[in-house]
Nanobody, 125 residues
Framework: QVQLVESGGGLVQTGGSLRLSCVAS????????VGWFRQAPGKEREFVAA????????RYADFVKGRFTISRDNAKNTIYLQMNSLNPEDTAVYYC??????????????????WGQGTQVTVSS
């Protein structure tokens, strides 16, 4: 079965950086988009970034543009989210996700069928 496992979260001060990783298994990962989403306490899950199967396309939520970078290493079945200039509003559980069907390109969580367990990111002021 498809599995996604995130790591790299933690506690960081305002202005600091973290790099999240998501390791995928269970299918030929190179054919699928991967997205990062986040959910803060009391808020709905929101889109952060996505990268296409070939890494030709990337897309970011407005609130992370210029600060976060999504990338992937298909040889390692791993997707990364480099997060710089973090602020307390970035505090959330971060999830990686992948859609059921190859070719799907979406920022909606409804289009993603497989999810990791999440990794906590906490930014202190």
């Amino acid at each position: 079965q498809v599995q996604l496992v995130e790591s790299g979260g933690g506690l960081v001060q305002t202005g600091g950086s973290l790099r999240l990783s998501c390791v995928a298994s269970g299918r030929t990962f190179t054919f699928y988009t991967v997205g990062w989403f986040r959910q803060a306490p009391g808020k709905e899950r929101e889109f952060v970034a996505a990268i296409s199967a070939s890494a030709v396309m990337t897309r970011y939520a407005d609130f992370v543009k210029g600060r976060f970078t999504i990338s992937r290493d298909n040889a390692k079945n791993t997707i990364y989210l480099q997060m710089n200039s973090l602020n307390p509003e970035d505090t959330a559980v971060y999830y990686c996700a992948s859609p059921r069907y190859g070719g799907t390109w979406s920022t909606s969580s409804n289009d993603y069928a497989y999810w990791g367990q999440g990794t906590q990111v906490t930014v202190s002021s």
